[in-house]
């Protein structure tokens, strides 16, 4: 077996590993969804001379499940396809993957911390998921030039955006007195640094500080992390003391 051949079984291995993790996440998700062991996230739509109010209302497990079954998805793609001709970007599919599970994460997040505002929640899943483009820009740069920091620095950003969105529902909450849950507020934090984590792994990997194979081991570790972080945060909320 030659190096490549080699490196191609460990990338399949790895890959569908993470797939089958990711997959067992959705699941337990789907679980939780389905006994009615998750709570619903209303969404507004109000106009300044009225309006419908809340008018649905989003399954907290049911949107943390899609997100898992997207990253479950991607890497049982990347696993089963690796070292065949015409296999698609490993770069390509965790980009892919990664602008719908970030925005699909801070959307959730920020329903959790008081946004309600259909207009509002669309931008904060529009934003993530455009840096997340950008970060695409910066990490198809050659790496033999040193490329303008610009696509990054732009792209990290309008990242910061929506998580700044958050920060100020949550912090307007605590000063008026009615604040999120404990566990809402916690794993807030928990996942801002999970989000912040695939940017600093490009930007070493761009910079030739860490090379790919590790970086995609980095990669899964942290989306199998966001997702325990939901499981948790689903379960936390689904008990009352959560809400004290």
Known sequence: MTIAE???AQSRLTQTVAGGANLVIALAL?????????????????FRLGGPGIFASVDLAAAA???MAVAAAARLVVGLTAGRPGAPSIIGVRMIELSQTAAITVFLVAQLNGVIEAGTLILVYA???????????HSRAPRES???PWPYSLGAALAVVPWGIVALYQ???????????????????????????PWLIERLVHRERLDRMRAE????????????????????????????
């Not at 999120?180 to 996942?191: D, E, G, H, K, S």
């Not at 990669?219 to 004290?244: D, F």
């Open 217 to 244: 081991t980095a990669h899964i570790a942290v989306q199998v992390a966001n997702g325990v972080a939901l499981v948790v945060l689903t379960v936390g909320l689904a008990r009352p003391s959560a809400l004290l």
């Open 127 to 137: 934003m993530a998921a455009g840096a997340v483009g950008i970060l695409w820009m």
């Open 30 to 46: 789907i679980t939780l969804s389905v006994l009615n062991a998750s709570p619903l996230l209303p969404v507004a739509l109000t």
């Open 65 to 67: 499940a899609i997100v």
């Open 146 to 148: 040193r490329p303008s």
């Open 171 to 197: 912090v307007t909450a605590l000063v008026t007195a009615v604040p999120a849950a404990p566990i809402v507020r916690v794993l807030t934090i928990v996942l801002l640094l999970l989000a912040a984590l």
């Open 6 to 8: 080699s490196a191609a």
